[in-house]
């Protein structure tokens, strides 16, 4: 591991405003479309997991807690499939977001692709996109950075 790395966000301030903007309209447009704000942050932290970032996990569970989302449930989020613990419409945001995340495992298949759209409105698919879309975004700032989580 590199000891010091660019932090790129504060190297080109322009274009980490630019990320920060989007990612205000994609969470805009994932509560407009009805989706509930604490699976807006099940969603971050679920494309966090996959991409082990482990500084936007900190920050995103942190703040799912907070807004009332159990312990249980993040627990169990990476195995989500295999509990009850999750809606329909959870289950599907899910689905599309972690096929988002996956994309060079094989693209966004047409049978995660069919069960998202089974579950959720055309508005609540780009939506939750969007949102995938930003949040790796993220994770791969904050992963190339190496920004500093835990004892340092």
């Not at 205000?24 to 970032?53: H, T």
């Not at 807004?67 to 993040?74: C, D, L, P, Y």
């Not at 509990?83 to 966004?108: K, N, P, W």
Request: glycine share 6%; hydrophobic share 45%.
């Amino acid at each position: 591991m590199a000891d010091k790395r660019v932090n790129i966000g504060k190297q080109h301030p322009a274009s980490y405003k630019a990320l920060i903007a989007l990612s205000s309209a994609a969470e805009k447009s994932v509560i407009e479309a009805g989706i509930d704000p604490l699976l807006l942050e099940l969603l971050k932290i679920r494309a966090s997991q996959i991409n082990g970032c482990a500084f936007c996990l900190r920050m995103h569970t942190g703040d799912a807690l907070k807004k009332g989302e159990s312990a249980e449930r993040i627990a169990v989020l990476p195995a989500w499939e295999e509990t009850g613990y999750f809606s329909e419409t959870e289950r599907g945001a899910l689905r599309l977001t972690e096929s988002i995340t996956l994309v060079s495992d094989g693209h966004v298949s047409d049978a995660d692709y069919a069960a998202a759209a089974a579950v959720l409105s055309e508005e609540q698919i780009s939506a939750v996109s969007w949102l995938a879309v930003v949040m790796n975004a993220f994770n791969r700032v904050a992963i190339t950075s190496r920004y500093p989580v835990g004892n340092h």
